[in-house]
């Protein structure tokens, strides 16, 4: 069951889509939301410190203060219209430490919501996406930037291979499943050598003992996976995109599966993502 989410509050009023959708699933869920609004310490020239940069660091340290009270306000804003329990916290930490400490967070909450990372856009936003996702130990829902609907869970596309992955995805995505009119379990031909079974059949037959009915399809490779997962989204809208999220450290940064970052970057329903 949800009933504790934690939401990283967007510092770009432009770019927040997620903190609406976040009250909207705590709403939903009869969740109680927390939202954290980083305050980013500066990231100070390679110059002698003189007037010059205490001015700088005097200015950027009230922006930061100023962005994370904008992010609280839309949070306030929006749980006052959905009547939710809540609270928030401001963190002052350096930009290199934030997405780490986010996902230090999300370990003591049932899921974590993020926002998409728009592409070209700050580099902050993905290094929370990738922390949460292969640090926190808990399933993370990103929510597109071009997200304007309130939650709601009609329809529930798996992303099914028969991968410890995307075995923690399905397991993170119980609660919503239950609340689901439709489940479709989607794998791809050829993805993996994996027996016939495994591309559907045990996973439906698991699934019916939780009292859910899920419809195995399998999709033939078009272009890469990427392009087959979402063509098939696009034909077929879900409601929520459940998948495992690939990846590995490589001298402590986070190198994406070309799945994973195929998904992130074009998505267009909210995803959870399991690691």
Excluded: C
């Excluded at 087959?228 to 696009?234: D, E, G, R, S």
């Amino acid at each position: 069951m949800i009933k504790d989410i934690v939401v990283n509050l967007p510092l770009r009023q432009n770019n927040d889509r997620s903190t609406a959708f976040a009250a909207s699933l705590a709403s939903y869920f009869g969740a109680h939301l927390t939202g954290i609004a980083f305050i980013l310490w500066p990231v100070i020239p390679s110059a002698e410190f003189g007037p010059a940069q205490a001015e700088f660091i005097k200015k950027q340290d009230a922006a930061a203060k100023q962005a994370a009270d904008a992010a609280v306000e839309r949070l306030a804003f929006e749980v006052r219209r959905e009547n939710l329990s809540w609270n928030s916290h401001q963190i002052a930490i350096s930009v290199d430490s934030a997405p780490g400490r986010f996902a230090e967070i999300a370990r003591a909450f049932d899921i974590a919501v993020v926002a998409q990372a728009e592409s070209g856009g700050d580099m902050f936003e993905k290094l929370i996406v990738e922390a949460a996702l292969f640090q926190s130990g808990n399933p993370i829902l990103v929510v597109p930037y071009v997200q304007k609907a309130a939650f709601k869970i009609d329809r529930v596309m798996i992303l099914w291979d028969g991968s410890a992955t995307a075995t923690r995805a399905v397991v993170g995505a119980m609660p919503f499943m239950h609340r689901a009119r439709r489940i479709d379990l989607v794998s791809i031909v050829g993805e993996r050598d994996l027996r016939e079974e495994l591309a559907g059949a045990d996973m439906a037959k698991h699934l019916s003992r939780h009292g859910l009915k899920a419809q195995p399809t399998r999709l033939q490779m078009v272009g890469d996976i990427t392009t087959t997962i979402l063509n098939y989204a696009a034909q077929n809208p879900p409601d929520l995109l459940v998948m495992g999220g690939y990846g590995h450290s490589r001298f402590r940064e986070i190198v994406l599966g070309g799945a994973t970052r195929g998904i992130l970057q074009g998505m267009t329903v909210p995803t959870l993502m399991s690691h």
